[in-house]
């Protein structure tokens, strides 16, 4: 299974520690969401940053979404069937998101992909994001509720 993890605090008060942690997984700023195998190391790395994320098990249909829609490669491009079948040993994106959920893929095994996926704020706010999930706020862990607030933070672009 495959962790999808959101950025929420920004960089103020951050101690060392904290910000170092979430510089090695690649949320540098708010509203940066990344992919995560759920094994140990990364459970101690997210459990150390909890109070600046969210968390949970992503489905099939939202990490294939969110690569279509938000994913990058290099120069900004939007990527597509095409460039994932030229750039990877997969033949579409719905393919490279089954091995991704599964955690079969990462998202280096793209070439040129970028890591991050840049996400708005989600539609009607945070609820709070000084408290945790269990106590009505948004930080932590949040199971596979993480998909509507991913939904929530990804909004269709006029081309």
Not at 19 to 33: E, F, P, Q, S, V
Not at 36 to 51: C, E, T
Not at 79 to 91: G, L, P, T
Request: with cysteine.
């Amino acid at each position: 299974m495959t962790w999808a993890v959101v950025r929420i605090r920004g960089q103020v008060h951050l101690s060392q520690k904290v910000h170092d942690t979430l510089w090695m997984l690649h949320l540098t700023r708010a509203n940066h969401c990344v992919f995560l195998p759920q094994n140990d190391a990364m459970k101690g790395m997210v459990q150390k940053v909890k109070d600046h994320v969210t968390w949970g098990e992503v489905s099939l249909e939202m990490v294939a979404k969110l690569l279509l829609k938000r994913g990058r490669a290099a120069g900004n491009g939007r990527i597509n069937d095409d460039y994932v079948k030229a750039n990877s040993k997969f033949k579409s994106v719905w393919d490279f998101a089954v091995a991704l959920t599964k955690g079969e893929a990462k998202m280096t095994d793209v070439k040129g992909l970028k890591s991050v996926l840049r996400l708005h704020p989600p539609k009607g706010g945070f609820r709070g994001i000084k408290r945790s999930f269990r106590d009505f706020g948004d930080l932590g862990y949040r199971g596979d509720a993480v998909n509507r607030l991913l939904d929530r933070m990804i909004f269709e672009e006029a081309n």
